[in-house]
């Protein structure tokens, strides 16, 4: 049961990582002063935080079960 909640969570993580890490990509601006490239970021980091929190949570859970 741990290993199958694991593997799920680890699949879950890593897409909503993947989304939400594209998408605060997406949500940030690049502009040029003086020759330096300067980026502003108006992403919400919220959701991807909580998608590693998850994946980690997985990965841990997964290996955990392996060992016992």
């Known amino acids: 049961m741990k290993r199958t909640t694991g593997i799920i969570l680890t699949?879950?993580?890593?897409?909503?990582?993947?989304?939400?890490?594209?998408?605060a990509l997406e949500d940030s601006d690049s502009f040029s002063v003086l020759g330096l490239d300067v980026v502003v970021s108006k992403a919400n980091y919220t959701?991807?935080?909580?998608?590693?929190?998850?994946?980690i949570v997985g990965i841990i859970l997964w290996t955990s079960s392996r060992k016992s």
């Open 47 to 55: 959701p991807l935080i909580i998608s590693v929190v998850v994946l």
């Open 11 to 23: 699949l879950v993580g890593l897409v909503s990582t993947t989304i939400t890490g594209m998408q």
